[in-house]
């Protein structure tokens, strides 16, 4: 910012030099050619004085469009100035609050780490706990297991006694419900075959009975076929005697 400022200032005064040389030579040929035109040197004097008042009122009038300039150029610069001014103070100012999240953030980190750090320590102490009660809870459970497997067994024993009188007790209760059994099935056997013999007995009287039935169930119709044909056979004569030789 400062080398613009000094260019934009020496560019101004180089400005404002060439602006001055070029006054006085402008001047300096009008007053030349005003002494060329003839005139008296009166005429001459008046219209070089006239001349030199208009080249005056010129310069003045650059003079002044360049005072403008340089202040509008100045305010422009001061302005410059100010918002360069505005840009660090918001540069630094942003800086500032990075560093200070970034050491909020290390802090935060480095109290997670330390948080974490314990966390495991306490872990390590916890798993330690946890297999020390283990192998105790092991060793207490293999003294119950082998308790419990010789009391097991001593049980098992005693139920394998105990299961022989059993099975041996039943075996001859079996023995002697398959002899009961037995005699019951052949005396059943025999019932069986008597009451299948009666049965056939009673079909075969039933069967008999059927047929005498139906037998004369036949006779009773061709009876009654009979004593029809008889009849149909008496009105049919009686109708052609009386008739006279009917159909």
Do not use: C, W, Y
């Amino acid at each position: 910012i400062k080398h613009e400022i000094a260019e934009k200032r020496r560019a101004a005064a180089a400005e404002r030099f060439h602006s001055v040389i070029e006054e006085r030579r402008r001047a300096a040929a009008g007053a030349t050619k005003a002494g060329t035109r003839g005139l008296s040197p009166r005429s001459a004097a008046i219209a070089e004085e006239e001349h030199a008042r208009k080249l005056a009122a010129q310069a003045e009038a650059k003079r002044e469009m360049a005072e403008r300039k340089r202040q509008q150029q100045a305010a422009q610069h001061e302005q410059q100035q100010h918002e360069a001014k505005q840009r660090a103070l918001r540069n630094e100012h942003r800086m500032r609050k990075n560093r200070e999240l970034l050491e909020q953030q290390q802090r935060e980190q480095e109290a997670a780490q330390a948080a974490r750090d314990e966390a495991a320590r306490q872990r390590r102490e916890a798993v330690e706990r946890d297999r020390a009660m283990r192998r105790e809870q092991q060793l207490e459970a293999s003294r119950r297991a082998a308790e419990l497997r010789n009391a097991a067994k001593e049980k098992a024993r005693q139920h394998e006694a105990k299961v022989r009188a059993d099975a041996e007790a039943r075996r001859m209760r079996a023995d002697e419900r398959l002899h009961a059994f037995s005699s019951f099935k052949h005396a059943q056997q025999q019932q069986n075959a008597s009451m299948e013999a009666a049965k056939r007995e009673h079909r075969l009287q039933a069967a008999r009975r059927a047929e005498e039935q139906r037998a004369q169930e036949r006779a009773r119709l061709m009876r009654r076929q009979h004593e029809t044909d008889e009849r149909v056979a008496d009105m049919r004569e009686r109708r052609g005697g009386g008739g006279g030789g009917g159909p």
